[in-house]
C-alpha cells in the first residue's frame, strides 16, 4: 500500500513569490492535515480537510489556504511567500478514529 | 495554556546503551499521547500511541510510559542502535477533536 506522497520534495521561491504544494493520501483516508515545521518552532499545525471541507484551522495568516478534492488529494498554497516561510512542509493523512501517516515532506526555501 | 514539554533537547549516547526520553503536558481534556520517530528530512513516523487508562505500551525497542496523573511520559530505548538517530516527537491529543500539540522534540545522536 503506497504511503502519503508530496511533491515537489524541494522548492526554492523568492520572497513575494506564491506557492502551491501537493499531497495524495493513502488510499481510503479522507482526512488530510497540513503542518509547518521550522528548528525554532516544531512542527505546527496550518489545517485539515475532510471531505472536501476545511475541518480544523490553526493559527496562521490568510496567506497560508488549501483545498482537498474529490479524490482527497490535497494542496496547499501559499501566497506572497516571506523569508520566514522557509520551512518543511509535511502533510499527514488518516481514517476516522486511527492514527495519522506523514508524508515525507516538501522542503520549501525562499529567498 | 495547552503545552507539551520535552526533555532532554539533546542526546548523545553510545550503541548498545539505553536512554529515556521525557514528555510532560498540560494538555487538558486529553484524549491520548503519541510518540513519533522523525529521521533527518523525512517525516514523523508513529512509535506508540496511548490513551489514559494505558500505563505502558511497547514497540520492540521503544517502550513508552504514561502517568495521566502527574501528566508525564517516557520514551525508553533499549539497546540503542545506530538507526535510532533521530527526532523524537511526544504529540497530545486534545480531547476528542483531534487537535494535536506537538512538544520540540528530543534529538538522539547514537554514536559507535
Known amino acids: 500500500k503506497a504511503g502519503v506522497t508530496q511533491t515537489p520534495r524541494y522548492l526554492i521561491k523568492t520572497r513575494g513569490q506564491q506557492v502551491t504544494l501537493s499531497c495524495s493520501p493513502i488510499s481510503g483516508h479522507r482526512s488530510v492535515s497540513w503542518y509547518q515545521q521550522t528548528p525554532g518552532q516544531g512542527l505546527q499545525f496550518l489545517f485539515e480537510?475532510?471531505?472536501?471541507?476545511?475541518?480544523n484551522k490553526g493559527n496562521f495568516p490568510g496567506r497560508f489556504s488549501g483545498r482537498q478534492f474529490s479524490n482527497s488529494r490535497s494542496e496547499m498554497n501559499v501566497s506572497t511567500l516571506e523569508l520566514g516561510d522557509s520551512a518543511l512542509y509535511l502533510c499527514a493523512s488518516r481514517r476516522e478514529g486511527e492514527t495519522q501517516y506523514f508524508g515525507p515532506g516538501t522542503r520549501l526555501l525562499v529567498l | 495554556k495547552n503545552q507539551v514539554e520535552q526533555s532532554p533537547q539533546s542526546l548523545i549516547i553510545l550503541e548498545g546503551k539505553n536512554c529515556t526520553l521525557q514528555?510532560?503536558?498540560?494538555?487538558?481534556?486529553?484524549?491520548?499521547l503519541r510518540w513519533y520517530k522523525q529521521d533527518t528530512g523525512r517525516g514523523p513516523v508513529s512509535l506508540t500511541i496511548?490513551?489514559?487508562?494505558?500505563n505502558t505500551k511497547s514497540n520492540g525497542r521503544y517502550t513508552a510510559t504514561l502517568d495521566a496523573d502527574t501528566k508525564q511520559s517516557s520514551l525508553h530505548i533499549t539497546a540503542s542502535q545506530l538507526s535510532d538517530s533521530a527526532s523524537y516527537i511526544c504529540?497530545?491529543?486534545?480531547?476528542?477533536?483531534?487537535?494535536?500539540?506537538f512538544g520540540s522534540g528530543t534529538r538522539l545522536l547514537v554514536r559507535p
Open positions: 496511548m490513551t489514559f487508562s494505558e
Open positions: 514528555c510532560n503536558y498540560t494538555v487538558s481534556p486529553f484524549s491520548n
Open positions: 504529540v497530545v491529543n486534545k480531547d476528542s477533536s483531534y487537535k494535536l500539540i
Open positions: 480537510y475532510f471531505s472536501e471541507t476545511q475541518r
